[in-house]
Nanobody
Framework: QVQLVESGGGLVPAGDSLRLSCAAS????????MGWFRQAPGKERECVAA???????YYPDSVKGRFTISRDNAKNTVALHMNSLKPEDTAVYYC?????????????????WGQGTQVTVSS
């Protein structure tokens, strides 16, 4: 069982930056993958970044060049640096964890989830 706790959300004007952080605890594995998803009202939960244990990453086109994911395997933490934020980035952001380490964009492929942190970008 893995527990995930997110932090760092908030209300910012368009163009600003935010850094989200997630700490994993419990029975974690060295070969895990970690990622970030977001969900806006009326929308499906979508993957915005993922990182494998070895450092390979995934980003969708909507955030590529603006968002950067990083992890500290020793501390079981993952961060999401979000730059040049847009109003369409407004959503609840969730940290996710996969025991097996594969990078999947589909939410159903992930094993554990945090409670989410709200990011609101004003225009």
């Amino acid at each position: 069982q893995v527990q995930l706790v997110e932090s760092g959300g908030g209300l910012v004007p368009a163009g600003d930056s935010l850094r989200l952080s997630c700490a994993a605890s419990g029975r974690t594995y060295s070969l895990s993958a970690m990622g970030w998803f977001r969900q806006a009202p009326g929308k499906e939960r979508e993957c915005v970044a993922a990182i494998a244990w070895g450092g390979s990453t995934y980003y969708p086109d909507s955030v590529k060049g603006r968002f950067t994911i990083s992890r500290d395997n020793a501390k079981n933490t993952v961060a999401l640096h979000m730059n040049s934020l847009k109003p369409e980035d407004t959503a609840v952001y969730y940290c996710a964890y996969r025991d097996a380490g594969g990078l999947y964009s589909a939410a159903a492929e992930w094993d554990y989830w945090g409670q989410g942190t709200q990011v609101t970008v004003s225009s």
